[in-house]
Structures are given as C-alpha cells and as structure tokens.
C-alpha cells in the first residue's frame, strides 16, 4: 500500500511539473521543467526572501527609513541570468539626496529583465523597455522641507527668470511653510537670488488651487500673492498666474531612456496625494540615436 501511494505521489508531481503553466514574459526564460523543479521543491521560495532581503537592506542603506521589498522570481536561475517576475517596494519617511519621499509606492507587475555587469556590448541596467507603477502620499512637512532643496526648487518655473539686460537669473525659495487643505496649497516664503542672504529677499505668500492638465503638466489656478511690499497685488497675482504656469512639465524632463507621467494629483487630510508612471527604455538602445540627438535632450 505505501509503495502505491508513493508511485502515485511522485506521478502526480512529474504531471504537475509538465503541465504547469509557462509565465508570460517579453523575454525568454528557463525551461518549464526547469522552473517547476525550482517551484515545488521550495528552493524558489527561498530565493525570493532572500533576494527581496538583500534589496530591502541595499535601498535601506542609500535611502534611509522603513521598507518592505516583495520581489517575485520565475526561478533561481533566471535570477542569475536578471530576469524577475516582478517587483513591489513600500517605503515610508526616505529620502533621496535629501528629498522627503513621504509615502511611497513602488511597483512593477511586468517582468524586468536587467544586467549586472557590462559584457561584450551590454550595458549594466535594464535590457528591456519597463513600466514602473509610483504612488506616494507627502505630509505638510515633508513638502515643505523638499522646497528647501535646490533640487526641487530648480524643476519650478517659477524660480526661473530671463530678465532683459541681465540675462537668466536664478531664484531661491528661504523657509517656505507649506499648508494643505482641501485641493488648496497656501506657501509662505522668502524669495532671494541665489545665493543671496534673507535680509535681501522679499516676503511671499502663494495661495492657490493646483490642477492636473492632461497626465504631464501641474497648473495653479485662482492664484493670489500677496506680500507687504506689493502695491498692487491683485494686478500681481494676474500677472504671476501667466508667469508660473505651468508649474511643471513633465514633458520637458523627458529624456531618451525616461518619462514620467501623472494620472491624479489630489489634496485631502493634510497630505497631498499622486499617482504616476514611470516608463525607463534601456540605454543600450539609445548607441543607434545619433550624438546631436542625445544632446538635445
């Protein structure tokens, strides 16, 4: 009796191993044998808390804060070989090059295919097209400590001036104070040239409702700014309205290995609130473009 169940046992396992389904992949991947091997035995398994742990502490240790790393293979040897089923990264209170990142969301449902070194003529990075999946939540606060960077403040155009006679000037934003409240942004700042100490700069305050046009472009609209050393501030805010609009553009941060897009921008309990995609092309395919292309952008 125990030699039948064990015939029938090790039977159903070599069906299960056959007919397990292929994964659809824009890339080639190991053997369904292979993979199903991986997969029963455990050692796939194994591999994905192991590989999402050792992500989890590289982004720690670059990015500061909390995380959680879910990583998901087709199996071990596909990994060697950079192929990943999918990815999904949680963090909360990180930041980039001193840039609050809040809540943020990262996921990619497709497969990644990436190389980890340079071999012949591929590049280290991606060696397939990919779209990443970005969501994120950002505190008064952290807002507030982002404008402080130059990093942020020089993507705004509104710090971005072309005076007559004085050529590109360069704008800075000092303590600003970010307040949120239903789908309105009221900021409070002292504006300076670059470099330029406070006593130098003029007091602002910015009130306005921000708004997604299209998926690649963020406007304020009924925008008012006042500040004591304006005469005419209604005439100013009219005239500031036209100058800062667009806020960003997204479509002018495009380069030719990554775009970026938003899909909702939104201001509710304190926290403003954004969803987006991110689509990065690998480099490698960018060597039959020609120079004065890649200079353009």
């Given at each position: ?194 470099g330029a100490t406070l006593e130098t700069g003029v007091p602002l305050t910015v009130v306005g409702s921000p708004k997604l046009e299209g998926d690649s472009k963020i406007v304020l609209q009924n925008l008012q700014v006042s500040s004591p050393e304006l ?67």
């Amino acid at each position: 009796m125990y030699c039948c169940w064990s015939a029938l046992i090790m039977a159903s396992f070599t069906a299960l191993m056959f007919v397990y389904p292929a994964i659809a992949a824009p890339f080639p991947t190991g053997s369904k044998f292979s993979r199903s091997v991986q997969k029963w035995t455990g050692l796939n398994f194994v591999c994905q808390v192991l590989t999402s742990q050792v992500v989890r502490r590289g982004l720690q240790r670059k990015l500061g804060g909390q995380m959680k790393v879910r990583i998901k293979l087709f199996s071990l040897t596909d990994l060697l070989a950079g192929k990943v089923k999918s990815i999904d990264v949680r963090l909360t209170g990180s930041n980039y090059r001193g840039v609050p990142l809040g809540k943020l969301h990262i996921s990619c449902a497709q497969p990644v295919w990436f190389s980890y070194k340079k071999k012949g003529t591929t590049r280290p990075g991606l060696r397939a097209p990919t779209l990443i999946k970005i969501e994120g939540d950002v505190s008064e606060k952290e807002l507030g400590e982002a404008l402080k960077t130059s990093r942020v403040s020089s993507a705004l155009r509104m710090i971005k001036l072309n005076l007559p006679g004085l050529g590109a000037q360069q704008l800075q934003l000092l303590q600003p104070k970010v307040d949120l409240k239903d789908n309105l942004v009221k900021v409070e700042t002292v504006l300076v040239t670059q470099g330029a100490t406070l006593e130098t700069g003029v007091p602002l305050t910015v009130v306005g409702s921000p708004k997604l046009e299209g998926d690649s472009k963020i406007v304020l609209q009924n925008l008012q700014v006042s500040s004591p050393e304006l005469p005419a501030q209604e005439e100013f805010s009219l005239f500031c309205q036209e100058l800062l609009n667009p806020l960003v553009d997204f479509c002018k941060m495009d380069r030719l290995d990554h775009a970026f897009r938003l899909q909702s921008l939104t201001i509710a309990n304190d926290q403003l609130h954004y969803a987006g995609s991110l689509l990065i092309a690998p480099r490698a395919a960018m060597t039959g473009l020609s120079g004065g292309v890649a200079r353009k952008q």
